[in-house]
């Protein structure tokens, strides 16, 4: 009798190999899963059972054994338990279940191998999808689920008075007294820590009693602690008390008030262990911009960018301050710098660096507006040079002769109509937007304050709510940048106008 290599050189290679270590499968309904196949040869021996499918093209494939247990992929967070029990069900009894939020997975335990396999051979032909995300499954290499699978994820159902807590969708710093305020109205809150992890940021709620953590995960779990963000995924801990050395925005004994705050300069607390029995050093979130804080602006953000956020920003930064470099230092200056970081965020103080004229530091309001200036800037020309834009390794700007201060300056676009000015955020473009512009003003005018910065190739004057606005295209970004930097809050007939980049790719 040939043995399925043997065949499968007589095939030319054009044959699938699945092996199980159980012989008294059924193989059928197994190939009735591999849809397109023209031939299915059997061979069993004493200890497996070899299916080969001859297929049209030469491939060769491999595929786990079957197992009861399904590993589902990309499974977003705002995909519930709840969501993957109305997919499964259908297809047989379900008697686990475990989430694995750091990896976007999670693990389904049907009550037997053939429930797992009917849902397999159906999700073949049809994609699964939950809440508009397609999610991807396939046999687990766990053949069963055991206690340990599950709280070594941190994910058992078995109420405790521990939450672990992670936070999606993160547009601003979270804090121990931010995270107090959402947890404390169920029940008396005893300690408070926070760390961060390959799922995000995380946090252990400890509470006096198991019956308020119950009714807070109820209360509480997949909502947003602001408008559009920070979304609560909240679990059972497995652990049994926390440990807390000092109170401070990081970890906070309710208990012990009297507890230190953690030295200046001192590291962060060798580390915690959480949920998962793992151990994470506490990271610190660092100073923030403190006259623009960011919680103010969540509403804004959320209605600019419709609950997601522009490609490549993150929205977990909270590093304020903006260390530019390859400035031309013969043309730079404090105010054309504001000019243009303002575009991106309110700008708190600027410092050019004497001992390195072609560096300057830009402290802008909070973490977000930071990243979306080093995003969107990055590798812009301005007068003749390839601006390099980073964030500090300094969180602020200190006071002092060589700084100049624009906390107070009426200039910052982003104390008014902050969500309009968020939505208008992209890279410079050969195309500026003129507003504030005075009544009689003509397009000539304009071209005559604009020009010497490039060639103006067209230009369009009209009117919106009654108010005269302007469009000026120019041949390149470059120009475009140094009209912006240089004319924005200039006077045009009396009136100080206020110039942005325009998205539109033509007049």
Known sequence: ??????????????????????????????????????TVLLFETSDVVWMLLLFKETRCFAMTEPSKVI???????????????????????????????????ALVQMQDVPSAVNALQFHANVQPQIRGRNVYVQFSSHQELTTMDQNAQGRGDEPNRILLVTIHHMLYPITVEVLHQVFFPHGFVEKIVTFQKS???????????????????????????????????????????????????????????????????????????????????????????????????????????????????SGTNDR????????????????????????????????LLRNKPDHALVQMGDGFQAELAV????GAMLFGKRLEVNFSKHPNITQGADTHEYINSNLNRFNRNAAKNYKYCCSPTKMIHLSSLPQDVT?????????????????????????????????????????LVCKHASSVGGSIIRISFSQLQAI
């Open 443 to 483: 397009e000539e005018e304009i071209v005559s304050h604009l020009e010497e910065h490039g060639a103006i190739v067209n230009t369009k004057l009209f009117e919106m709510t009654g108010k005269k606005q302007a469009l000026v295209l120019f041949e390149t970004e470059e120009q475009a940048t140094e009209a």
């Open 375 to 378: 995003h969107f800037l990055k």
């Open 320 to 351: 304020c301050t903006v260390l530019v470099s390859n400035l031309n230092p013969d043309r730079i200056d404090e105010d054309k710098l504001f000019n243009l970081f303002s575009i991106y965020g309110n700008i708190v103080r600027i410092k």
């Open 1 to 38: 009798m040939w043995g399925p290599h043997s065949v499968a050189e007589k095939l030319g290679g054009k044959v699938l190999i699945f092996t199980t270590g159980n012989p008294s499968l059924d193989v059928v309904a197994l190939a009735s899963l591999f849809l397109g196949f023209q």
């Open 71 to 105: 590993h589902v992929r990309n499974v977003g967070h705002e995909i519930s338990e709840n969501d993957l029990l109305q997919l499964f069900q259908p297809f047989g009894v379900i008697t686990k279940l475990v989430m694995l939020r750091a990896k976007n997975q």
């Open 199 to 313: 799922a995000g940021f995380q946090a252990l709620i400890q509470y006096q009693s198991r019956q308020s953590a119950v009714v807070a995960r109820t209360t509480l779990q997949g909502r947003n602690i602001y408008d559009g963000c920070c979304q609560l995924d909240i679990q059972y801990s497995n652990l049994d008390e926390l440990q807390v050395n000092y109170n401070n925005e990081r970890s906070r004994d309710f208990t012990n008030p009297n507890l230190p705050s953690e030295q200046k300069g001192r590291p962060s607390q060798s580390g915690y262990g959480d949920a998962s029995g793992g151990v994470y050093g506490l990271q610190p979130t660092g100073p923030r911009g403190v006259a623009f804080p960011q919680m103010a602006n969540a509403a804004a953000i959320a209605a600019a960018f419709g609950g997601g956020l522009p490609p490549g920003i």
